[in-house]
């Protein structure tokens, strides 16, 4: 079994930043992708940012040039740097890991999530 748990998010002022954190643990022999995703009231789960374990990354159109998604591959732990916020970015905020567990089983695995409101 595979936990991620997510810190970082809370309530700041349009133009602000806020930086995410998820940390997985358990019975993880290798993660492949880490990635961010977020689902606003009355909306469907969107990707917001994806990191492979080689460093490759994908964005949202809504997010380019102003988020960033970083991983500590040691440290089983993915980062969402999240500057110039917006209204619009209001959110719970949800990260997602895929790998291989100890079992030798695939994993797909989220976290808790965590809220990010961006409201003057």
């Known amino acids: 079994q595979v936990q991620l748990v997510e810190s970082g998010g809370g309530l700041v002022q349009p133009g602000g930043s806020l930086r995410l954190s998820c940390a997985a643990s358990?019975?993880?022999?290798?993660?492949?992708?880490m990635g961010w995703y977020r689902q606003a009231p009355g909306k469907q789960r969107e990707l917001v940012a994806a990191?492979?374990?080689?460093?490759?990354?994908n964005y949202a159109d809504s997010v380019k040039g102003r988020f960033t998604i970083s991983r500590n591959n040691a440290k089983n732990t993915v980062y969402l740097q999240m500057n110039s916020l917006k209204p619009e970015d209001t959110a719970v905020y949800y990260c997602?890991?895929?790998?291989?567990?100890?079992?030798?089983?695939?994993?797909?695995?989220w976290g808790q999530g965590t809220q990010v409101t961006v409201s003057s």
């Open positions: 997602n890991a895929t790998g291989l567990a100890l079992t030798g089983a695939d994993f797909g695995s």
């Open positions: 990191i492979t374990s080689g460093g490759s990354t």
């Open positions: 358990g019975s993880i022999f290798s993660i492949n992708a």
